[in-house]
């Protein structure tokens, strides 16, 4: 067994995973990253597309944001469709001229993973039977790669291997707390190469169900409907989907809407999800790992930063000030961010699904609440401040001034 040394051994190379190495890289912290896919699966997987601004900002931190900053689509305002009516909810004038950014996450890994190369830092894609053991006083990883076996001996565990890693199932069960809510249906998503149906995202409620329609580029298109967890994607052709989006959307969107053939399908299941505490000793778990959003409010990948954020910043504050401050605050500040974030995410998905099993006075209560909140200054201001992202205790600057050497 070959033995390894570093200070941070990192689990998962998914955002979460890429971005805190590549912020301890800047700190001049060293850290290993193990990912138990290839590194091409993992830069092909399409998932998320909305960035916040202070989750572009920690890019920016990190140095990753060069093609961010060229192809990323600034958007101020969103719209949402209602039985039939499209209101435009203007996020920059609500929110003091804040906005979101599109760029997908696949493309924010491409970046981290190529900044990552050209850096030659240590990664182990396809690790095998990676084991993580005694983070409550000389954390391990173990893993094979490529038949070998290997220890490495580390400071901290960062679990970032997403909901169905390793790292969460390793705590001993009354050590932990999980709170979970399933939901009846799952988003089937397409990607096609097509221009959008329209400048801004569009998010629809519908007597026939949810349906978004978003985007990567100026022409490049993402579409979303909620489909029952009973489907199988097999069972959906493009031209079955083209038609079903099509009943959703209003007459113009539906006049506008250029098809094609797509290039993903797939279905995700909706899921809120929450453990606490997020620190265990010395293993951190961060992203996924630690939490799961329903995409409606786009804040799984955000979210991820946003832990990286105060991750990065704690580790740092140890390793140049000798603080452990910053480690000892980590999973109640995250946690305080998550759970806001998991409200607002179960909140607009509340809103715009179809739920078969609501009666017609909730059907009724949720129609009022839209009307009250398109008709209503405070409430649309509500609703733009979590969608652009709320404000970190801590800013990036703060990481900055760390990284400065
Ligand atoms: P990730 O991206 O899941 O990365 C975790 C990484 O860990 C690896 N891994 C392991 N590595 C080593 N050993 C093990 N035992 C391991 N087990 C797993 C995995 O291979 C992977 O590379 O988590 P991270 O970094 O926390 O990032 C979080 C985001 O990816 C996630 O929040 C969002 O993508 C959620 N999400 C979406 N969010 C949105 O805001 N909008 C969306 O449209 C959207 N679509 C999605 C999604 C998540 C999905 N998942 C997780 C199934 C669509 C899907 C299908
Ligand atoms: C996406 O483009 O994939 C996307 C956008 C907004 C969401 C969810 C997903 O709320």
């Not at 990552?116 to 182990?124: A, G, N």
């Not at 400071?155 to 969460?168: E, S």
Request: proline share 4%; glycine share 8%.
């Amino acid at each position: 067994m070959e033995i390894l040394n570093t200070k941070v051994a990192i689990i998962g190379a998914g955002p979460a995973g890429l971005l805190l190495g590549q912020l301890l890289y800047k700190a001049g912290i060293e850290h290993v990253i193990i990912e138990q896919r290839s590194a091409e699966y993992v830069a092909s997987r399409i998932r998320a597309g909305i960035l916040e601004q202070v989750s572009v900002d920690l890019l920016k931190q990190a140095g990753v944001d060069h093609n961010l900053r060229k192809k990323g689509l600034l958007h101020s305002g969103v719209e949402i469709l209602i039985q039939g009516k499209k209101h435009r909810v203007n996020l920059s004038a609500l929110t003091q001229g804040k906005h979101v950014t599109v760029y997908g996450q696949t493309e924010v890994t491409k970046d981290l993973m190529q900044a990552r190369e050209q850096q030659q830092l240590l990664s182990f894609y396809e690790a095998e039977q990676v084991q993580i053991a005694d983070f409550d006083s000389q954390p391990k990883v173990n893993f094979s790669y490529q038949g070998k076996a290997y220890q490495i001996e580390c400071d901290f565990i960062a679990g970032c291997d997403g909901y169905h890693g390793i790292c969460r199932d390793s705590i001993p069960q009354n050590r932990l707390k999980t709170f979970e809510k399933v939901y009846p249906f799952g988003w089937l998503g397409i990607l096609a190469d097509v221009p959008p149906v329209a400048d801004e995202l569009i998010y629809v409620q519908s007597e026939r169900g949810f349906a978004l329609c978003s985007m990567r580029s100026e022409t490049r298109s993402r579409y979303y409907l909620q489909v029952p967890l009973t489907d199988h994607v097999e069972d959906w052709s493009d031209e079955q989907f083209w038609q079903e989006l099509k009943l959703r959307l209003d007459p113009e969107s539906r006049e506008k809407l250029v098809t094609g053939p797509s290039i993903e399908k797939s279905i995700a299941p909706l899921r809120s999800f929450v453990t606490e505490p997020m620190r265990f000793g010395k293993l951190f778990l961060a992203g996924d790992a630690a939490h799961i959003v329903p995409p409606t409010g786009a804040k799984g990948l955000n979210l991820a930063a946003s832990d990286i954020a105060y991750l990065s910043s704690a580790l740092i504050e140890y390793y140049v000030q000798g603080s452990e401050q910053g480690i000892d605050e980590y999973s109640e500040k995250c946690l305080q961010r998550v759970w806001k974030a998991e409200r607002f995410s179960w909140w607009m998905t509340h809103l715009l699904h179809r739920f078969e099993s609501e009666t017609e006075f909730e059907h009724k209560i949720k129609q009022a609440e839209l009307d009250y909140m398109l008709g209503s200054q405070a409430a649309m201001m509500a609703m733009a401040e979590n969608y652009v992202g709320l404000p970190y205790e801590i800013t990036p600057l703060d990481i900055a001034g760390h990284t400065e050497h």
